[in-house]
């Protein structure tokens, strides 16, 4: 564990984008590419990097037609942490603690070598970090209880309609349980 580099578990050809690629065209390169981030570079030297969540948060905050004027490099953080290949996983994976990051560009020269996510770490050796892959696992536990969650707010129970008093297949609808007939009027 003391010995393992980032060198030997690191993304050696990880996918860039230039700084100037609008964000919907970012998001298209990360669906396609299966990524949830896109390194900016120019050449071998790093300008940013731009995450799912920061598209997201473009979205949310701007309109679909907005995704195709902003440019990545304009919501990329402006400090950016990163780590050199002769590292040890150990110390990368303080640093992402440290940080609450979950990748770090790979910088050897002021170039370019790498990108080392926790995804990295888990698939080369998910015993070595135990926590890590309980930290994964209570994510994905969490994410399906929250899809639990949705799907029970929309499939029907049976009861007694909060709208007009008949007994019926309920749905919950704005926080209320209402039939379908109640559901339809609205």
């Known amino acids: ?66 995704l195709k004027t902003i440019k990545a490099v304009d919501i990329s953080p402006k400090k950016l942490a990163t780590i050199k290949p002769s590292s040890t996983i150990k110390e990368a994976l303080s640093k992402m603690k440290k940080l609450k990051f979950e990748r770090l560009p790979v910088i050897q020269n002021n170039e370019l070598v790498g990108m080392l996510t926790i995804k990295d770490i888990l698939n080369f050796h ?8 309980e930290f994964a696992k209570i994510r994905e536990e969490s994410r399906k209880l929250k899809g639990l969650q949705k799907l029970k707010e929309k499939s029907p129970s049976e009861g007694i309609c909060e709208e007009c008093g008949a007994q019926d297949f309920l749905y919950r609808i704005n926080g209320m349980l209402i039939c379908e007939s109640c559901r339809n009027a609205m």
Do not use: F, H
Request: contains cysteine; glycine residues 4%.
């Open 1 to 66: 564990m003391e010995r393992v580099l980032v060198a030997d578990i690191m993304t050696k050809d990880p996918i860039t984008a230039k700084a100037d690629l609008n964000l919907l065209d970012c998001a298209k390169k990360m669906v396609k590419g299966k990524v949830g981030s896109l390194i900016l570079a120019d050449k071998k030297k790093l300008i940013g990097l731009i995450t799912q969540r920061d598209i997201l948060w473009a979205l949310v905050k701007k309109s679909k037609e907005d």
């Open 126 to 133: 998910p015993e070595l970090y135990p926590e890590l892959d």
